[in-house]
């Protein structure tokens, strides 16, 4: 069975980086859940916008 790998994020780069980097000013981290969505940045927008995180 295949995994997702979730994204480091002292290490993130693009899209990915900017997102987390509003979750974690939000609620002050990001969550595992919304590190491996951040894999694909445009799952991890998707999530966010329908969320009360972002």
Same mark, same amino acid.
């Given at each position: 069975?295949?995994?997702?790998t *979730?994204? %480091?994020?002292?290490?993130?780069?693009?899209?990915?980086?900017d997102? @987390?980097?509003?979750?974690?000013?939000?609620?002050?981290? *990001?969550? %595992?859940?919304?590190?491996?969505?951040?894999?694909?940045?445009?799952? @991890?927008?998707?999530?966010?916008?329908s969320?009360?995180?972002?």
């Amino acid at each position: 069975m295949q995994r997702i790998t *979730a994204i %480091n994020h002292e290490t993130a780069t693009g899209k990915a980086k900017d997102l @987390l980097d509003g979750v974690k000013a939000k609620i002050g981290f *990001a969550p %595992n859940m919304m590190k491996t969505m951040a894999s694909s940045p445009a799952v @991890l927008e998707a999530y966010l916008r329908s969320s009360s995180v972002k």
